[in-house]
C-alpha cells in the first residue's frame, strides 16, 4: 500500500495512519468526505463498487449447502441460498481501485460507483 505525506510537516504516514498528522498535529491530512471521483492513493479515475464480505466465508457457506445436497435432497441449497440473499441485503458496500487495490470501507458509496468490471479490471493487470 502507498503511503500519504504531510502537506505541513512533509512526514511520510501509512494510509491507516492518515487521518492526522502525529507529529505536526495537521487534522486534515486527507479529505474524509472524499468523491471517489478518482483514488486518494494513486489519482486512478477506475474504482468499482463491491460488498464489504470475506470471500472464504461465503465459499464455505456454499461448500456446505453442496456437501449437504445428498442427505437433504437439495433443500440446503435453497436453505443456504436464503442465507445468502439476507447477507447479501445486509452488508454494506465498500469502493475499490482496481489499480493499486485500495479498500475503502465504512463509507458511504456515492452511486456514480458501479460495480466490478471484468474488461476494466483486464486493463489494469495487463500494465
Known amino acids: 500500500m502507498k503511503n500519504i505525506d504531510c502537506e505541513v510537516c512533509k512526514s511520510e504516514k501509512f494510509f491507516s495512519d492518515a487521518i492526522h498528522c502525529k507529529e505536526c498535529k495537521n487534522p486534515n491530512l486527507f479529505e474524509k468526505n472524499i468523491d471517489f471521483s478518482i483514488c486518494p492513493i494513486?489519482?486512478?479515475?477506475?474504482?468499482?463498487?463491491?460488498?464489504?464480505?470475506?470471500?472464504?466465508?461465503?465459499?464455505?457457506?456454499?461448500?456446505?449447502?453442496?456437501?449437504?445436497?445428498?442427505?437433504?435432497?437439495?433443500?440446503?441449497?435453497?436453505?443456504?441460498?436464503?442465507?445468502?440473499?439476507?447477507?447479501?441485503?445486509?452488508?454494506?458496500d465498500s469502493v475499490e481501485c482496481y489499480k493499486c487495490k485500495s479498500e475503502y470501507k465504512n463509507i458511504a458509496v456515492p452511486t456514480q460507483i458501479k460495480s466490478f468490471d471484468h474488461h476494466i479490471a483486464e486493463l489494469y493487470e495487463t500494465k
Open 42 to 92: 494513486c489519482g486512478c479515475k477506475d474504482l468499482y463498487r463491491k460488498k464489504d464480505f470475506n470471500q472464504a466465508v461465503g465459499c464455505i457457506i456454499i461448500l456446505i449447502g453442496a456437501i449437504l445436497v445428498p442427505w437433504t435432497y437439495g433443500v440446503s441449497l435453497l436453505v443456504l441460498s436464503l442465507v445468502d440473499f439476507f447477507l447479501y441485503q445486509r452488508v454494506k
